[in-house]
């Protein structure tokens, strides 16, 4: 694991808490350049990382690993809340904002979750695969695939969850709430809402070519995936 921070007291504490787990093997870097680096010369399992950072920037670290590695896992750790640094770290593919201050047993689920929705495809005949108008959605594969394109539609594993969460109450509204508590913990956070509608774009944007499957969003009440 990469814990990218450059407070290092900071750092320090979150890494102690880690360690106690007994679960995690913890390689630390105090810029993101150090952490682009680590990333480079160790087999990591997941990265947590500050966005603001000196030498380059978490986001840019980030990009940089995006460029390499498509599937590992991402989470930031920010104080950094307005909606243009949310929409940049999810452009990046990244799968999960945590907002400071928080507990390192938080920290520890987010972790935890993140592992447990890893890809791991396996054979294509034994993965979940639903078919949703022309696209097929490639749960276990963390992808979209329209008609016979090549090239898949690759999906955080936050933006899975959702969707498959959608998929199984398709044609029904799901409440803002329930999603907010199933995958933040919490019903009323603005913050988590702010991050919600930011996965909603995405999907709807990644299932902009066929007409018949819509998202469908309805205010202060919840979202309804038809096809």
């Known amino acids: 694991m990469l814990l990218a921070e450059d407070d290092e007291a900071f ?80 452009k990046l593919n990244i799968d999960n904002y945590i907002k400071k201050p928080f507990l390192p047993e938080e920290l520890d689920e987010y972790i935890k979750s993140a592992l447990r929705h890893k890809i791991n495809p396996g054979p294509v005949s034994e993965r979940k695969q639903f078919q949703m108008g022309d696209y097929v959605f490639d749960y276990d594969g963390f992808c979209l695939k329209y008609k016979d394109n090549k090239e898949h539609i690759l999906l955080s594993g936050r933006e899975t969850e959702i969707l498959y969460m959608l998929y199984q109450n398709r044609g029904k509204i799901v409440k803002y709430n329930e999603i907010l508590k199933k995958f933040w913990g919490s019903e009323n956070d603005s913050y988590h809402k702010n991050s919600l509608n930011v996965f909603i774009c995405n999907l709807r944007k990644y299932l902009k070519d066929d007409p018949s499957v819509q998202i469908f969003t309805f205010r202060r009440e919840g979202v309804k995936l038809v096809f």
């Open 11 to 90: 750092r320090t504490v979150t890494r102690i808490c880690l360690e106690m787990t007994g679960e995690y093997e913890i390689y630390e870097a105090k810029d993101g350049l150090e952490g682009y680096n680590l990333f480079k010369s160790h087999v990591l399992d997941i990265i947590v990382a500050d966005i603001d950072m000196p030498k380059i920037t978490g986001f840019a670290m980030i990009d940089l690993i995006r460029k390499e590695d498509k599937y590992i896992p991402i989470l930031v750790t920010t104080g950094l809340t307005e909606s243009k640094h949310v929409r940049e770290g999810f």
